[in-house]
């Protein structure tokens, strides 16, 4: 959950680690903090954003070669100055930054107290850290080897980097279960969470992988196991451009990110699906194409918005392939005892590819012998490698925290997918196959349609931004929309949303109905379309307030809605595709005109690496 930056190396290290912790921002903001040594250790931390921290430091010497940063979203200890991190040891000779969840932290810290160690901070971090330094100081070992004895006793997920006053060009580091990669330059490295701090400096990174641990010097990297046997590092050439990462004269990330969805959704579908002659090609599927298809079932796991692409995904393989599919929480899935044989299909979503829970999800479900095909954005991610096949969704970054272009990737990896089993199981017919293709191919150009027109949406954010409950109903593969819908909501404007099947709202829901009561309906043209204008005709009838997203020429909703946003025809199959886009264009702009910071919603972070 938390940022992560350090440097050693030749040029000023504060600068680097300050911008770093600015892009890496996205993954907790409650406070930050930095620690450089020069003629002993300095550090320096803030309660709150970063520009709290940097506003803090101006005019204060920060010269140093080397330096660690980092970016809190609060696990142990409340948002303050005093559990901020970097953290530092009793004799003041150490620091450590950490990301992630020491679970036996309470177990370690009574062994240190009655040893006589104070702490300084409610957090587990700082506990990990004297726990370090105690075997350090009193078992004539180095401190790599301390580092390596201490993780052999720590229950739970981790990355840690520390610096050492004594030695204050080498950073030890050390992962397990969160990311960490490194950049390689020219007698300098770059480590971080992400590997949105280093592309400006190099395009060569390692990512580490669970159990190594890592000595980096400027011109040194030495990665061995917790066995302290040395690994060969495996440099790969970053696939991300520095622009990529910048708002681009847009005022807030997200609406960036909206708006790269025809960019975004065509770079998911460029070199796989080709509309000319009907194919679609997936490596990835294509290799592993036996598996796929001859699935005794599929089960989908992912959390949040993820899990909601996972809903749309289940109904549109159900339709096209005839296998059976369950979607599940990784987070409870990994908890309970599911049944999961040789033979099943686990597809795991995650926009980060470290999803905590649904990383030891598809542990679980790895050691039944299950077949694991992982759909992620961000290349070298944990789940990518611990998969047995994948695709990347090309999405390119995503740094606010609301997810909006990587659902719709995750969308049309997930229905190509479903194509290509289905055409190679002749569960549709080649009509409806090469139908769906063109279907695909046209959504670029079709969300650049509603991008043109979201002057209305604006307003209508505004005309709302003040209602105290929103409802949003859905049928068919509308109904996960609704959900996505209601949670993006949530998380922009603090309002409180309900996301429904709109069969289900005389089942309690319509009980909220008042005049008061915004109820969006994602009502594009489908099978259902007559019975979810029943609906909203029933809503109105209650004096409630409806809003409707619909299909370009759709009259008869036009008469019962209040509002309406208007979406290019499309198959049912492919709608929610565009349906979407007014979704969370009108929460984006709701969260605007409330004043509230969209690109970082309170208690919330981007990549969650943490139960």
């Not at 610096?163 to 050390?174: K, M, Y």
């Not at 040194?220 to 917790?226: F, M």
């Not at 307030?545 to 909703?557: M, N, Q, R, S």
């Amino acid at each position: 959950m938390c940022g992560i930056v350090a440097y050693t190396g030749d040029r000023d290290a504060y600068p680097v680690i300050l911008k770093g912790l600015k892009r890496l921002e996205y993954r907790g903001y409650d406070s930050a903090g930095i620690a450089l040594v020069n003629h002993g250790m300095k550090i320096f931390k803030k309660m709150g954003k970063v520009a709290a921290l940097e506003e803090s430091l101006i005019g204060i010497e920060l010269k140093a070669k080397a330096g660690i940063g980092h970016t809190r979203w609060a696990t142990h200890g409340e948002p303050s100055d005093r559990n901020a991190h970097p953290h530092k040891s009793t004799n003041g000779k150490l620091t450590m930054v950490h990301n992630g969840i020491i679970e036996n932290y309470s177990l370690l810290k009574q062994d240190l107290l009655k040893k006589g160690y104070k702490f300084e901070s409610d957090t587990d971090t700082e506990v990990l850290l004297k726990f370090i330094e105690d075997i350090y100081l009193n078992h004539g070992v180095s401190l790599e080897e301390a580092v390596r004895i201490a993780l052999k006793r720590v229950v739970g997920a981790y990355v840690i980097i520390l610096l050492n006053e004594d030695d204050p060009q080498t950073l030890i580091a050390a992962r397990k279960g969160s990311p960490l990669v490194i950049g390689i330059g020219k007698g300098e490295h770059f480590l971080a969470s992400d590997a949105t701090p280093i592309v400006e400096y190099t395009k060569e990174v390692v990512y580490i992988n669970d159990y190594e641990l890592a000595i980096v010097r400027p011109d040194e990297l030495i990665l061995k196991n917790l066995g302290n046997e040395r690994v060969t590092p495996e440099i790969t050439q970053l696939d991300m451009e520095l622009a990529a990462i910048e708002k681009e004269g847009f005022e807030h990330f997200m609406l960036k990110e909206i708006f790269d969805q025809p960019v975004s959704i065509y770079d998911c579908l460029r070199g796989r699906l080709d509309a000319k002659i009907g194919s679609i090609r997936m490596e990835g599927v294509d290799k592993h194409l036996d598996q796929l298809v001859n699935a005794n079932r599929i089960l989908i796991i992912a959390c949040g918005t993820s899990w909601h692409a996972g809903l749309i995904a289940e109904y549109v393989i159900e339709e096209l392939c005839r296998i059976p599919v369950e979607v599940e929480y990784a987070s409870e899935f990994r908890y309970r005892n599911p049944v999961v044989n040789e033979g099943d299909v686990i597809i795991a979503i995650s926009q980060s590819g470290e999803t905590a829970d649904t990383l030891v999800a598809i542990e679980k479900a790895k050691e039944n012998k299950a077949f694991i095909f992982g759909v992620v954005n961000v290349v070298g991610s944990s789940i990518s490698r611990q998969s047995h096949a994948g695709a990347y969704t090309h999405a390119g970054p995503e740094i606010g925290v609301a997810s909006t272009k990587a659902f719709t990737a995750q969308l049309v990896i997930l229905t190509m997918i479903a194509l290509r089993i289905a055409y190679t199981k002749k569960t549709i017919d080649q009509t409806r196959y090469l139908h769906l293709i063109n279907e695909l191919h046209e959504i670029p150009d079709k969300v650049s349609l509603i991008l043109q027109e979201t002057e209305s949406i604006r307003r209508l954010a505004e005309k709302y931004q003040d209602a105290r409950d929103f409802l949003y109903l859905g049928r068919g593969y509308n109904f996960p929309i609704a959900l996505e819908g209601a949670l993006k909501l949530k998380e922009i404007s603090y309002i409180h949303a309900e996301g429904y099947p709109a069969a289900e709202m005389k089942h309690g829901p319509i009980a909220l109905v008042e005049e008061s009561l915004p109820v969006v309906f994602v009502a594009t043209k489908d099978a259902y379309h007559e019975k979810i204008l029943s609906n909203a005709q029933e809503i109105k009838a209650r004096k409630g307030k409806v809003i409707a997203v619909i299909t370009e020429g759709d009259t008869l909703f036009k008469e019962v809605a209040d509002d309406v946003m208007v979406v290019p025809q499309a198959d049912e199959l492919v709608a929610p595709l565009l349906s979407v886009i007014p979704l969370q264009l009108l929460a984006y702009y709701i969260g605007v005109a409330k004043g509230l910071d969209v690109d970082k919603p309170r208690n919330l972070a981007k990549s969650v690496t943490v139960e």
